[in-house]
């Protein structure tokens, strides 16, 4: 396949994956969701994405490493149309995986350093066990926009956190996506010294009459 890399799958360049696209009941047998053990084998479970990544493709990659007995995959993106088509990936999977397993995924975001001193995203995907979603109609809810602060948001997002309450963020848009990954991982590093984390559950939402967002699941877990 092309794009198929040493360092892990790098999907930046929408055209590798869309060429190997299939109807979903014929899927090329090199396509990735089905050759990812060779690379897992090398120690390669990177995928990067890009502005034109293929949500629907990632996400059968990630539903395929989720039912296999591997760890999902880690999804690198820099800038904010690359981090929505990755969450949007995510969200996909989880729905492909409510299809057919008691297995669901969660994305820990977190920072990682650019040779030219800025950052990028890194969102690895761990397994979890499918629950109900008791709890969720108390969970706080938060809204974020393209010109929303993401440290503000860190900070509202902490603090909940810290009273261990569960939250829903929600957003439409690449850039107001964006902000609300930058701010989980933010987050992230503001409660580490405190033995909590995040995990996040993304999915699309229907708002304004027929708009599609994505929502944002946290939850808090001791570490």
Do not use: W
């Not at 990682?112 to 979890?128: A, M, V």
């Amino acid at each position: 396949m092309q794009g198929y890399q040493e360092t892990g799958y790098d999907i930046t360049d929408d055209s590798a994956s869309g060429a190997m696209q299939q109807s979903d009941s014929k899927r090329a047998s090199n396509h990735m969701s089905h050759t990812f053990y060779d690379r897992i084998a090398r120690g390669n479970n990177l995928t990067k994405m890009g502005n034109s990544s293929n949500p629907r493709d990632v996400a059968m990659l990630i539903a395929a490493q989720a039912r296999a007995p591997v760890d999902c995959p880690t999804l690198q993106c820099i800038g904010p149309q690359a981090t929505n088509q990755a969450v949007k990936a995510i969200a996909i999977a989880r729905t492909f995986l409510k299809e057919s397993s008691s297995t669901d995924i969660c994305v820990q975001p977190e920072f990682f350093q650019l040779e030219d001193g800025h950052t990028g995203l890194l969102l690895p995907i761990r397994k979890k066990m499918r629950r109900s979603r008791s709890g969720e109609d108390e969970a706080q809810s938060l809204k974020a926009a393209s010109g929303t602060d993401a440290k503000v948001l860190a900070g509202a997002i902490s603090s909940f956190a810290r009273e261990g309450r569960r939250m829903v963020v929600t957003g439409i848009g690449a850039s107001a996506i964006n902000q609300v990954v930058k701010a989980i991982a933010i987050a992230r590093k503001n409660i580490e010294d405190e033995a909590i984390d995040l995990t996040c559950k993304p999915e699309f939402t229907e708002v304004n009459e027929g708009v599609t967002a994505l929502r944002m699941l946290l939850l808090v877990e001791q570490t």
